[in-house]
């Protein structure tokens, strides 16, 4: 008793220098029962990081420079003289975001674009998937999507030919071709009912990925761009799918793609993957980190950036797994983006 | 009418007897034909004494066929519905059950609408079908989705009584205000009216009337429906 | 077996009728069912109903030893019941998701509100207490079905809880113990009710559970003593329980329709009132019975 | 710092034992409590050093949790709770998807070391299982969940140390890491306890302070200042659960301030890093965050 009597006031004393930075507080009632809603008083130094006025009331703000950030229950604009889009919903005739991100309009509509987010697919769009699950005539694929996609057995390419009919014979050995985990490249071709999409592989460009390795970033940072297959100088090749996976794998020579007389149409379904040298598994490796540092930048990844960053890694002669580090990681970013008028 | 328990013998010297609900066929031991109540409830029979069933009080439904009943589509399957008729089993029903349905042309019934069909098979080992038409000439005859309006539980004693014509309440009920209502034989009553008031009040008197319930005869109802507001 | 979700025109419709200001059953907005209490031979033995709902709650209390940390204080235990025979919905065995949120609130509004004395039921320091057991059975609470936990808390045919915690707290009250004596050697003697009349519960206070349902069709709009398909098609159900002193026992609003601070506040007056009603209601149930029993008032 | 143990670092570890002998005696429920230590001198102030209506320090680190589309970490006192958001995805039990919105789904764990007493609690704890269902009750409405049918939004949330204001503190980390993680929100929700000392009310409350006083936590929702939780259950009277209603309001204004800026960083932060890539890789040609 007597221990914890001395204790208190003791406690007391120690504990204000730690509360030196409780940077909330609150007045006792008189001053507070006299201010309204939303400017309790909070010291002015509270309201660092919120120095700008985020609450747009007209609707002639969009023409600004800078974009316009937003978060969640932020009335953006007026409901009778826009539309809401994706990422906003309407409240007493206003449309407010709910998500936190970047303001866009579109003539008339107006959504709010997350920053972070699952990727959300539209048709045409390039993808890479895994397999999750294997059912009757069809597989249910990981695109990072809300929803697994699906990918019907009648919407791949089965060796044998493109015209090859499906035979039910084929429906079950479905596992000769996908197995759970199998990576693939595919295209969104439809959406079903609820919203989940449905992939196709019915290209030779599409199928099943081996030679390489995947690297997960937030899909905003990849952008639709004219092809999402390039191929970098030191025998390597590089898939953006759209959904934020990329494919990074041996390079394949031009002769053996479809069409050509190297091509293995064996080879389409293989698990196996084919001899990698030590160099262009460098390579690869290299790629990788390279893509890992730039989406932790948050960085969008292009063809052309990953190219320029490369060659910068190459030039600098950094090590592979030097690219990690922070202060590499950090001068590798700032290196890639540059402006352009600095750079020429 | 006679109170009748269940394993009473009934007595009856008609050749071509029809037996209701609550009524079994048993021979006894000595090979005779007789009849056994296996329900309690009152026994009834019609004019000409060739039929006779048992009135209870029981509150499952169990399907006969022919019988309206209200059901709630509970799911989608293949090509028709899952529908909860408050039976032991949902019933299906067909989706080209329904007058002017086709391949092409099926009707299209969201999950929990609700709908009046008639009972089209059942069989105590399968479960029960359900239609939205007369399957001979194929016309709706009244069956289908019912919307708007309101869905009155009662037992099954009132279904019975309201599906009657010379019943007093809906008569009684249609000469206040115009009232439309669908009456399951499954203890549901779909009934619809042009105000809300006028609804809940029909409402409120299938409940008040119901032998199980309130159980108020007609003064007593024509009372209570002056004291409602409409 | 869960029973069916509410058909899409019963939901339409029930819309419909708030919008006018009207309930499915008559009832003006803050208008309760019809209780009915009754009284078993015991003292301590109750019967509630609520609407269709009924609830029984028995108490009885027996003496042990005292647990070692709290030797002043007396123990007590709430048990909930709530199995088939209250509805189809619950399944046999297994505890539903109902009745823990029942044995829940229960727990909170009696026990952690500390509505009873327990160093009253103290009989003799780290020896002998007594242990007073709380048992509640749900007899009916038909055509529940509730996919969210606050809809559940409120419970059953509507008012589930209400009607429970309205059959605990007449169940406390209407109680008496045995009189005991402890003699100077720490001998304890239990006198029989002939002997010696026995004694009430020593009660702080006793909370009454009011549960509102919140529904946003045009306006938000508070439904006192939500019944079954209120309760099924509710945006969000409070829970409070109160005493007549105005003394709240537990709010709970957990999801559902976001309130205005305002109609919380509203809901809670009202409660008030309600619970000033149910006290005296009570009052004059328990003492009726007692008069009928002969039981000696102190 | 690392090296020389400053005075904070040296207080707290104090703290931190005294604070163990009284979640000690928490633990037997004792009633002496009140008199050992008190919670509002006259002077005002609290056993910590607080004003009546002073909250403790709140700091957010939202930097991803590997794997996790959207996490936050919040200390706020000696509270501290880590949440992880995953989804919307594919519902791992295909039983349990709904039809025409997402389903949520809460774990709560609350670490052993979290409190002195040093308890396991499995996920059939009740305590652990209420809070799993507080939390979840207080996000169904303000998820839009229409959005996204079939799927399945798991959050994840583990307490890593308890000093009172465990599930406020929950909330308002599961708040910013479901931003984080780019969900739809109607708005913010912010939560803060409230309790009473003697017809005084108090904002935030520690371990000691809850384990003596009737407390309220309320949950509310800035924009139209409109609550989604409110959990009492202690004892109080009406005029005074008015109060505290009142003034948790108000905090949650002030807490909805700092997420905010938190959130507005992060963004800012995630787009500079987008509009300096864009610029730099090619003409604006094809821009996609920034203004024509």
């Not at chain 2, 029979?45 to 209870?56: I, L």
């Not at chain 2, 016309?139 to 289908?144: H, N, T």
Request: glycine share 8%; hydrophobic share 40%; net charge negative.
């Amino acid at each position: 008793m007597s221990l914890l009597g001395l204790s208190g006031p003791k406690l007391t004393l120690k504990h204000l220098s730690t509360i030196l930075l409780m940077i909330i507080s609150f007045f006792p009632p008189p001053s507070l029962s006299s201010v309204s809603r939303g400017v309790t008083g909070h010291p002015p130094d509270m309201d660092e990081g919120n120095d700008d006025n985020i609450y747009m009331d007209g609707d002639d703000d969009f023409g600004a420079e800078t974009a316009k950030i937003t978060s969640p229950g932020e009335s953006i604009t007026s409901a009778r003289a826009f539309m809401r889009g994706h990422g906003t919903y309407v409240d007493s005739d206003e449309v407010i975001a709910s998500v936190a991100g970047v303001i866009e309009r579109v003539n008339k509509l107006i959504t709010v674009r997350a920053l972070r987010t699952r990727y959300s697919p539209e048709v045409g769009d390039l993808v890479i998937g895994r397999i999750t699950e294997v059912q009757p005539r069809r597989w249910k694929v990981d695109a990072n999507a809300r929803q697994d996609a699906v990918l019907m057995l009648s919407s791949v390419n089965l060796p044998g030919g493109v015209q090859r009919r499906k035979l039910e014979s084929d429906e079950l050995q479905m596992r000769n071709f996908f197995q759970e985990g199998d990576l693939l490249v595919a295209e969104v071709q439809a959406f079903f009912a609820d919203g989940a999409m449905s992939l196709h592989t019915r290209s030779l460009k599409y199928g099943k990925l081996r030679n390489g390795q995947l690297v997960s970033v937030p899909p905003i940072l990849i952008r639709r761009l004219k092809s999402h297959f390039c191929s970098l100088p030191s025998g390597v090749d590089l898939i953006l799918g759209l959904n934020g996976y990329i494919w990074i794998s041996k390079h394949v020579r031009n002769n053996e793609k479809e069409g050509h007389e190297g091509f293995d149409a064996e080879a389409v379904y293989s698990n196996q993957n084919d001899d990698i040298d030590d160099a262009t598994r460098t390579a690869i490796a290299r790629v990788s980190n390279i893509i890992r540092v730039l989406a932790s930048r948050s960085v969008p990844i292009t063809d052309s950036i990953a190219l320029e960053a490369y060659e910068w890694t190459v030039e600098q002669d950094v090590d592979v797994k030097d690219l990690l580090l922070e202060d590499v990681a950090d001068a590798l970013v700032a290196a890639v983006t540059k402006e352009p008028s600095e750079q020429w | 009418m006679s109170v009748v328990l269940p394993g009473e013998l009934i007595q009856s010297q008609h050749k071509n007897l029809k037996l209701g609900p609550g009524l079994q066929q048993s021979g006894d031991l000595q090979g005779r034909a007789s009849i056994v109540v296996t329900r309690a409830g009152t026994l009834e029979q019609n004019t000409k004494g060739n039929k006779f069933w048992v009135e209870g009080n029981s509150r499952r439904y169990v399907p006969a066929v022919q019988e309206p009943v209200v059901g709630i589509i509970c799911a989608r399957q293949g090509e028709g519905w899952r529908v909860d008729i408050g039976s032991a089993h949902q019933a299906s029903l067909d989706g080209l059950a329904f007058e002017g349905a086709s391949r092409r042309n099926r009707p299209n019934l969201k999950v929990n609408s609700l709908v009046y069909a008639r009972v089209s098979l059942a069989h105590k080992d399968m479960e029960p079908e359900l239609e939205c038409f007369d399957a001979q000439t194929r016309k709706a005859e009244g069956f289908g989705e019912l919307k708007g309006g309101f869905l009155v539980r009662c037992s099954l004693k009132m279904s019975r009584n309201l599906i009657d014509p010379n019943y007093f309440l809906l008569p009684l009920l249609g000469s206040r205000f115009p009232l439309d209502a669908a009456v399951g034989m499954n203890g549901r009553v779909w009934v619809s009216a042009k105000e809300v008031k006028q609804t809940i009040a029909a409402t409120r008197c299938i409940e008040a009337a119901d032998p199980d319930g309130g159980g108020m005869d007609q003064t007593a109802i024509k009372k209570f429906i002056g004291t409602l507001d409409l | 077996m869960r029973p069916p979700s509410p058909s899409i025109p019963e939901k339409d419709f029930f819309f419909a009728a708030l919008d006018q200001d009207v309930r499915l059953d008559g009832r003006g907005f803050l208008e309760p069912r019809s209780l009915d209490l009754s009284f078993g031979a015991e003292l301590g033995h109750v019967e509630c109903s609520l609407g269709k709902t009924r609830v029984l709650a028995h108490v009885d209390a027996k003496m042990v030893r005292p647990e070692p940390q709290r030797p002043f204080e007396g123990l007590i235990s709430i048990h909930c019941e709530l199995s088939p025979m209250a509805g189809a919905e619950y399944e046999p065995g297994r505890s539903s998701e109902e009745e823990t949120a029942l044995a829940r609130h229960l727990d909170k509004i009696f026990r952690r509100s500390d509505a009873i004395d327990r160093e009253a039921l103290c009989v003799l320091t780290g020896e002998r207490v007594w242990h007073l057991r709380l048992s509640v059975h749900v007899l009916s609470a038909a055509s529940s079905s509730s996919s969210s936990d606050a809809a559940a808390a409120a419970g059953g045919g509507g008012g589930l809880l209400d009607c429970a915690s309205l059959a605990c707290a007449a169940a406390l009250r209407h109680f008496r113990r045995p009189e005991v004596e402890v003699h100077g050697t720490g001998e304890v003697t239990v006198y029989a009710p002939e002997a010696r009349a026995p004694v009430p519960l020593a009660l702080h206070h006793t909370p009454f559970c009011v549960s509102f349902a919140g529904r946003s069709s045009l306006k938000v709009r508070m439904l006192l003593d939500p019944a079954g398909l209120e309760l099924r098609l509710a945006h969000g159900v409070l829970v409070l329980a109160l005493t007549a002193q105005r003394e709240l026992a537990v709010v709970h609003k957990a999801g559902g329709l976001p309130l205005a601070p305002e109609t919380l506040i509203g809901a809670v007056e009202i409660a008030a009132r309600r619970a000033r009603e149910l006290e005296t209601w009570l009052d004059v149930h328990v003492r009726d019975d007692w008069a009928r029993k002969n039981v000696e008032v102190r | 710092m690392r090296h020389t143990p400053s005075i904070c670092g040296f207080a707290f570890a104090e703290w931190l034992v005294i604070s163990l002998l009284y979640t000690d005696s928490v633990l037997t429920d004792e009633p002496a409590q009140s008199l050992r230590i008190e919670i509002l001198n006259e002077g005002g102030f609290r056993s910590d050093g607080r004003r009546q209506y002073e909250l403790r320090e709140i700091a957010f680190d939202s930097s991803p949790q590997a794997g996790a589309d959207g996490s936050a970490r919040i200390s706020h006192g000696l509270t501290e709770v880590l949440v992880s958001v995953f989804g919307p995805r594919e519902a791992r039990v295909r039983a349990q998807t709904l039809h025409d919105r997402a389903a949520i789904h809460v774990e709560v764990n609350i670490a052993p070391f979290s409190t002195g007493d040093r308890r396991r609690r499995g996920r059939g704890d009740k305590r652990v299982q209420e809070l799993a269902a507080m939390i979840k009750a207080t996000f169904e409405p303000v998820v839009q969940t229409g959005l996204y049918p079939r799927s399945q939004i798991d959050i994840f949330v583990h307490v890593l140390q308890q000093d009172g204001g465990v599930l406020p503190a929950a909330i308002n980390a599961t708040t910013v890491a479901l931003i984080n993680a780019g969900v739809p929100l109607a708005d913010y929700v912010c939560a803060i306890t409230g309790g009473v000392h003697a017809a005084a009310p108090m904002l935030d409350l520690t371990a000691l302070e809850e384990s003596d006083l009737p407390h309220v936590t309320v949950a509310s929702m800035p924009r139209s200042g409109r609550l989604t939780l409110v959990s009492m259950e202690t004892r109080l009277h009406v005029d005074r659960f008015e109060e505290i209603l009142r003034l948790a309001g108000e905090a949650g204004t002030v807490i909805h301030t700092e997420m905010h800026a938190v959130v507005r960083q992060r963004t800012k932060g995630l787009l500079d890093g987008i509009s300096t890539g864009l610029r730099a890789s090619k003409p604006a040609e094809d821009a996609m965050v920034e203004d024509e």
